[in-house]
């Protein structure tokens, strides 16, 4: 019978990403639900330099889209006068921004059930790439 399996998506381990300001590119964002049943918008974010892919998520509920409202207005999405955002998903993606990186611990269980502390770089903000 054999073996049909999907490795599309399949990479070497990720090397932790330094910190500071970043460029990237945001080459997908997709609609989701969170765990906790509100809307969120899953971006896909290239490292420049080492085009290393990192997610981001962005919640997309009322008084918690600051982060959402950064990367939009990052791709240069900019408000009406009313405030709102009227945007599209193609509106994001292929733009450069730059995104400002920061180390924090993940703690998680093994499969010998101890518990391994690691670093992992987290996207904490995002700007314009300034030309």
């Known amino acids: 019978m054999g073996y049909e399996m999907d490795m599309s998506q399949e990479s070497e381990k990720k090397q932790l990403l ?6 990237f590119e945001i080459i997908n964002c997709e609609e989701q639900i969170s765990k906790q049943g509100n809307m969120m918008f899953k971006f896909t974010f290239t490292d420049t330099e080492f085009k290393q892919e990192e997610e981001v998520y962005a919640v997309a509920i009322p008084k918690k889209r600051w982060f959402l409202k950064q990367i939009l207005s990052a791709c240069g999405v900019s408000a009406g006068q009313d405030g709102v955002y009227e945007w599209d998903i193609p509106d994001v993606i292929n733009k450069l921004i730059v995104g400002r990186v920061e180390h924090e611990e993940q703690e998680w269980i093994n499969r010998n059930n101890e518990t391994i502390i690691t670093k992992q770089a987290k996207i904490r903000e995002v700007k314009a ?3």
């Open 129 to 131: 790439l300034e030309v």
């Open 18 to 23: 330094p910190t500071g300001w970043r460029e």
